[in-house]
């Protein structure tokens, strides 16, 4: 897979607690995503950078924040988790002037 | 609510047989791609369609664009077990941006 990690793998969390997740690329590519993906459902963004420290609200961004200090890194936080935040979360990368993106293998978070 | 929105949801077909999948989408795009994801799996891009093309071929995948009607289909032909997937359409709209749908499940049975 293109230089694209993501970490942790699997996580169990309980409701109220935070939530840091965490997409590291090798590839230096300027742009990185963050979706979540439902059951018999597509990816919907949550949210997205087009650089270091600039990023911008997806589709479903309300209860997520995000933050990206370098290049190669790109975390995804919930504040409060919610039962209604359970779902695999993948991150993604693209390079500038490209239109393929990358995937990582995703994130596949529960809370209980 | 998503920008593409793919047709069918699911679809069943035998070995050797053609499988065509349809995207539509709302608004003006710059193109269209379309992904593969095997279950438990991250997506894997197959193929991009510019706004400017109407026809993309890549070994035996056929991709169409008709920007008059907002739509795109993926043909693959003769299809083979290890096709078994689901297909995602994603349209590019704002710089880096991508939005998919809610994909087709492909099911092809030996």
């Known amino acids: 897979d293109a230089g694209i990690t993501q970490s942790p793998r699997h996580k169990v969390t309980e409701t109220g607690t935070p939530v840091t997740l965490r997409c590291h690329q090798t590839e230096n590519h300027r742009y990185m995503y963050w979706y979540r993906q439902d059951p018999g459902h597509g990816l919907r963004l949550i949210h997205y950078s087009y650089g270091v420290k600039d990023t911008d609200k997806g589709e479903v961004s309300d209860g997520y924040s995000v933050s990206r200090s370098k290049t190669e890194d790109f975390l995804l936080t919930l504040e409060s988790a919610t039962s209604s935040q359970t779902s695999v979360y993948f991150c993604?990368?693209?390079?500038?002037?490209?239109?393929?993106?990358?995937f990582g293998q995703g994130t596949r978070l529960t809370v209980v | 609510s998503q920008q593409g929105e793919e047709d069918p949801q699911a679809l069943s077909i035998q070995e050797g047989e053609n499988a065509t999948m349809n995207c539509s989408y709302k608004?003006?795009?710059?193109?269209l791609q379309w992904y593969r994801q095997n279950s438990g799996r991250g997506l894997v891009h197959l193929i991009l369609i510019r706004s400017n093309e109407r026809e993309k071929h890549s070994g035996r995948l056929r991709v169409t664009l008709d920007t008059s009607k907002k739509s795109s289909s993926l043909l693959i032909t003769a299809s083979r077990a290890a096709d078994t997937a689901s297909y995602f359409c994603?349209?590019?709209?704002?710089?880096?941006?991508?939005?998919f749908g809610d994909g087709t499940t492909l099911t092809v049975k030996p």
């Open positions: 994603a349209t590019d709209t704002n710089a880096g941006k991508s939005t």
């Open positions: 993604a990368i693209k390079g500038s002037g490209a239109d393929e993106a990358f």
């Open positions: 608004t003006s795009i710059n193109n």
